[in-house]
């Protein structure tokens, strides 16, 4: 259940609770997944993956596989090494970024098959093609290998230091990336405060674990000359341009469709090599194929993410201003660093958060270990900087023994300060400002919410009856709407119909409708008459994806601009044939008209029959034909929304087990298109943070071996473990696009590990305990106890 407060404005649509245009039909059964698809001729595959953490691939024998009955053939490394190039890393170096932190960055390493050395438990060393999945599985049994077992890295301190066991030879290191990210002086600030506090941290490995896991169906179209790949991904485009760059195809030969996803997170942001596999195997045997991953391989070899250790070392003066951090930032990327800086970036940029540190420095490294690689997850490095960042902030005020709000309130930007220069740079080599937000007034709202000063009270009352009660609060700031584009294509036909095309794709985000609402606003018409279709290269050529929270700002402002763009059109052309100038005109109900006399227009289907190619007649010379748009939208850089998570705990002190007892969220996403759509968003964000926080962890043993491979280990909260949310939200609009919007799609993930750890270290301060690393298990806390 969630409390909501929102404002809304004269628009018929934007700012308003439409129910979901997706849900009924994806409730009733009708959607249709990947595993839905189905093909003529459809062949399925099955990957042989590696049983070990490290080791030289010295023979392949795949003789008896072949000789299985429905077995088509197997392909190996040997046979993709020369036509299939390595995978790309999946972001760039900005150039502002390039030339003021000059990062070191160690070249991509991953193949679609490996060839001859695994580097990780899972990856895919052998693929099956049969004509079903249980042919090709019980053929990968009959497959020999012959190993060389290297030792093991698991341990990333231990995989930088000198002399550790190179896990990619020809870099020299396991150091993937390093950089530094400065602000101001660090060591001068904090070499003059008057208390300085060292702390470690370390924040757990996570499985994104969406509901759907991966899978791919390709097909190759021999009289056309072209591949069709269905991908259970966020970014079909960027798909689409890796099988180009790495099979060696043209872009314009391939079309990807992400049809209905069940969830990614994160997890799906990114290029698999089953991807690229799949889309080569079947260019070479023109036969339409089908993989989808089971929960073990998920576990094993779809991206993990989070996993850092960060040691800070901060100073603060006597009133509780802080006035310098440092902080030496350290990832375990896994096996192969996928997405380069951008992984640690987004930790090491946003680390001081809402709060008043000028003085600022980030040692960053990047290491690779033996263990699946990371990508990102819901927060992308935003819940490791807020974890570190509010439990500094909490730690300085019981130095100081001042309340934690109080030291909040001290270091807080205000709206005065607006925009607020952080002296750093964004990953996207823009300089780090934030745009809008009462930073202040957002946290006051969560304290009044989640009723402080009563709680204080109750709290005593309730230690003398032998309850530990505690109360948490965490702020964030998020980086949202990154670029580089997204599209849109609105096109309406002589029937009136009016479709709009857009590049992002949905995994449950609510797009169909969103989008629906800002194009139906804009033209003028009702929100049934818009038809959406979204995560498809063939329907408009260019996109990103849907990662970031970036969705509403870039995606959509770019439906925004499509459709005044179909707007100033129409006018155009009805300002031709009523020979008045467009002043004149106003539109309503999907029909362009005469401000003076209604009679005198023309409906947006009757304008469409006019500009038909042999239609138009010669007074419309300047009017191009079609009564169509696309637009792009490409933001400067990113908008800034921020939050405030307060909670209150009650923390058995038997057997360490958390009961979360209240959760509020006071928030700012600037303009809210659907109120209903944020909530959700929220509380399934909230809910998966709280996973983090309490239940979730990847673990391996010194081998390398994964240990917590399946849900008998690896814990997920249900639905009685999340507790009520009241969700407050606040709109400070955005400069930095039409809309108006910031994202919000991260928001309720980034605060409740930090949030929940100061709560349940607050209700124990009679043990003296000190929270420094997650999750917050009930192991762990009652060691702490009993330590």
Known sequence: MMEITVKTDENKYIGRAIKRREDHRLLTGKGEYLDDIKLLNLHHVAFLRSPYAHAKIINIDTSRALDVEGVVTVFTGKELYNDVSIMPIMSNVYPGVKKR??????????????????????????????????????????????????????????????????IHEDWGDNIAV????????????????????????????QSPNPMETRGVISKWDENAQSLTVWSSTQMPHLLRSHISKTIGMAETSIRVIAPNVGGGFGGKALIYPEEIAMSYFTTRLNIPLK????????????????????????????????????DELILDTGAHSLYGVNSTYNTASHLPGPYRIVNYECDAKVAVTNKTPCSQYRGAGRPEAVFVMDRIIDMVAKKLNLEPVEVRRINLITINEMPFDTGRIYKDGEPLVYDSGDYLACFEEAVKA???????E?????????????????????????????????????????????????????????????????????????QVVIGDTGAIPYGSGTYGSRSTVVSGSAVLNAAKG???????????LLEVPTMELEVENGRVFHREDQSHGYTYAELAEWVKPHKLPAKFADIEPGLF????????????????????????????????????????????????IADGQLMGGVAQGIGGAIYEEIIYDKNGQLITGTYMDYLLPTASEIPKITAIHMESASPRNPLG????????????????????????????????????????LWSLMND
């Open 450 to 456: 989640i009723k402080y000063d009563e709680f204080r």
């Open 629 to 676: 748009v696309e637009k792009y939208f490409i933001p400067e850089t990113v908008t800034y929304s921020n939050g405030v998570h307060a909670a209150i705990v009650e923390v058995d002190i038997e057997t360490g087990k958390v009961e979360i007892l209240d959760y509020v969220v006071s928030h700012d996403a600037g303009k809210i298109i659907n109120p209903l």
């Open 178 to 205: 390093s950089y530094k990210v400065e602000a101001g002086n660090a060591s001068a600030a904090i070499k003059k405060a008057d208390f300085v506090i060292k702390e470690s941290f370390k924040i757990n490995r």
């Open 291 to 326: 993989w989808t991953e089971d929960r073990l391989e998920h576990m094993k070899s779809a991206a993990h993410a989070r996993d850092q250790l960060h040691k800070v070392e901060v100073g603060f003066m006597k009133d509780g201003r802080i006035v310098g951090l440092r």
């Open 741 to 780: 919007v910031k994202g919000l799609g991260e928001g309720g993930t980034i605060s409740p590990a930090a949030v929940l750890a100061n709560a349940i270290e607050d209700a124990l301060l009679p043990f003296e305990i000190k929270i420094n690393k997650l999750p917050l298990s009930p192991n762990y």
């Open 458 to 530: 109750k709290q005593k009352k309730a230690l003398l009856n032998g309850k530990y009660l505690g109360i948490g609060f965490s702020a964030y700031v998020e980086g949202t709407g990154q670029g580089p584009h997204d599209g849109c294509r609105i096109e309406i036909d002589p029937t009136g119909a009016i479709v709009c095309k857009v590049s992002s794709a949905d995994q449950g985000q609510g797009h169909k409708t969103t989008w629906a609402q800002i194009c139906a606003d804009t033209l003028g018409i009702n929100i049934e008459d818009v």
């Open 566 to 576: 179909i707007r100033t059109k129409a006018l155009k052309i009805a300002s031709v």
């Open 101 to 166: 932190e000059n990062p070191i960055l160690k070249p991509q390493t991953q193949r679609a098959l490996a060839y001859d050395k695994v580097c990780f438990v899972g990856e895919a060393i052998a693929a099956v093609i049969a004509t079903s999945r249980a042919i090709a599985e019980d053929a990968l049994e009959l497959i020999e290998i012959e190993y060389e077992p290297l030792p093991a890295v698991v341990d990333p301190e231990k995989a930088i230091s000198k002399g550790a066991e190179l």
